[in-house]
């Protein structure tokens, strides 16, 4: 068995058992409430799954297995031209623990060595029509990977379910290994008439993914590696990890789950914000004749898009009351990297104009940036300048956080998930037997 294979069944398999003594001497304990607002506006801030490797604090932000974005710009291995490694934050969701350097450096040459996409992948995305969007590109391709599952093969083979863990982590490191080719075969056949780069072994998981879209210059090398690194995982409860989790739940394999996932990824709410906020900056930017907008100009304009019924995107979140510090972070490279870019400029004017207009609303809860704010404008800067591709960016990184939490699942022996529903005759019988006991 495999090192990392090895140490993750140290410690998941005893997790397991745990678990199973917490549900049976404990599983009485109550959690929580919740109320009817929160039953029909999306179940926000009620606790309803177990996700081990990251929590989200409204006020703090991500951490990631207990460790903060800042913390870990510190403490995670980094690529040759700044930034750290995303190889290092997958070992951390995986195993609970800080990777060394060889830690990481053993991520990216097994992911190198698992990275083969099969003929039959790139026989079906060249089948589809040009102005397919590369979401769905993307959602398709790992569909079509499913051929490969070592899960399904195993379970229709028989498979005892304390083994449930053991294909599924060979799936999953496959399936991660794979998509940097995927999405870059995207990009080049939709933006670039076709001709493919092939990957170089040489280099880092991240570095090579830029590689292949056809970036050399050393800063994007460096950004590729921020944006795989923050967007990997973001608690259990957001669309493309809770579809991931749900579909999962029926012992679909990896690629049936992830290819869920990414459908809700492809979400404007969700990640397909990150390419609507460029849409709106550019769309501003044309209203007032191309040259840079004022900071009335953009108030002006964000009143506008709220009268219009539109939600400004880039701003607010379900969970957050500030401002994201996957925001900050990526606020800082552009600091050092790009101060004096006039579209990183617009950002900031955003940052200083926008949140007291939706606080003035008196609706919106969090009038705060989230990451998809200012994501585009650096790659933007690096001359990744074709947004509809930034969701499958965004993909390529939240299938760490995703798989690794599938994983988790398998070996913990997560029931099939099966929440219950009301209707709203049975809401107004709740509201009249409430009235009358009060
Ligand atoms: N612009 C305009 N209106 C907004 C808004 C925004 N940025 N954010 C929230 N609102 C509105 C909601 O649409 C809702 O309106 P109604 O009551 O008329 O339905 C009201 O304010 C209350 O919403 P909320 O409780 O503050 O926010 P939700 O938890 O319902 O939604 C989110 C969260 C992210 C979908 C929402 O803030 C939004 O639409 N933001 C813009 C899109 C975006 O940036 N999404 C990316 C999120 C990060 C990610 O997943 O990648």
Redesign the pocket.
């Known amino acids: 068995m495999d090192k990392l294979k090895e140490k993750f069944a140290q410690k998941a398999l005893p997790l397991a058992d745990e678990i199973k003594t917490l549900i049976k001497e404990h599983g009485n304990i109550v959690l929580g409430s919740y109320t009817l607002e929160q039953v029909y506006h999306g179940m926000?801030g009620m606790i309803g799954m177990v996700t081990e490797t990251s929590k989200l604090d409204p006020e703090e932000g991500i951490r990631f297995r207990g460790y903060s974005i800042p913390e870990l710009r510190l403490k995670l291995p980094r690529g040759a031209g700044g930034e750290n490694l995303p190889e290092g934050i997958f070992y951390l969701l995986l195993t609970g623990e800080l990777p060394t350097e060889d830690d990481a450096r053993e991520v990216s040459n097994a992911w190198a060595r698992r990275s083969h996409v099969p003929k039959h992948v790139f026989d079906m995305l060249d089948s589809l029509p040009m102005a397919t969007h590369p979401m769905t590109q993307f959602s398709l391709a790992i569909l079509a990977m499913q051929t490969e599952s070592n899960f399904a093969a195993a379970y229709r083979k028989g498979i005892n379910k304390k083994q449930y863990w053991d294909p599924m982590f060979e799936d999953v490191m496959n399936c991660i290994a794979r998509l940097p080719r995927i999405a870059a075969y995207i990009y080049r056949r939709t933006y670039k008439n076709g001709v493919h780069i092939e990957p170089n072994p040489k280099l880092d998981w991240g570095a090579n993914f830029a590689h292949m879209l056809g970036f050399e210059d050393e800063g994007m090398h460096a950004l590729m590696r921020l944006y795989l690194t923050i967007h990997v995982d973001h608690e259990g409860g957001?669309v493309s990890a809770h579809t991931t989790h749900l579909v999962g739940s029926a012992l679909s394999d990896a690629y049936y789950s992830l290819s869920a996932g990414m459908n809700g990824l492809a979400g404007p709410?969700?990640?397909l914000?990150n390419q609507e906020v460029v849409r709106w900056i550019y769309d501003l930017r044309q209203f007032y004749g191309d040259k840079m907008p004022s900071k009335e100009d953009i108030a002006e304009y964000v009143e506008k898009t709220?009268a219009e019924g539109r939600?400004?995107?880039?701003?607010?979140?379900?969970v957050l009351r500030k401002t994201d510090p996957r925001y900050i972070a990526q606020m800082e490279f552009a600091q050092t990297h790009l101060a004096d870019d006039e579209l990183f400029k617009i950002v900031q004017m955003l940052y200083e104009v926008v949140p007291e207009i939706?606080k003035s609303t008196g609706?919106?809860?969090?009038p705060w940036p989230?990451?998809?704010a200012h994501s585009g404008v650096l790659l933007i800067h690096y001359g990744l300048t074709e947004y509809d591709f930034y969701t499958v960016l965004f993909g390529v990184s939240r299938a760490i956080g995703v798989l690794t939490s599938l994983l988790w699942d398998r070996a913990l022996g997560s029931p099939i998930e099966r929440p219950g529903s009301v209707t709203s005759d049975w809401m107004k019988a709740q509201v009249e037997k409430a009235k009358t006991t009060a």
């Open positions: 926000k957001n709410l969700h990640g914000a709220l939600v400004v995107p880039g701003y607010g979140h379900a939706l609706k919106i809860k969090n989230n990451v998809d």
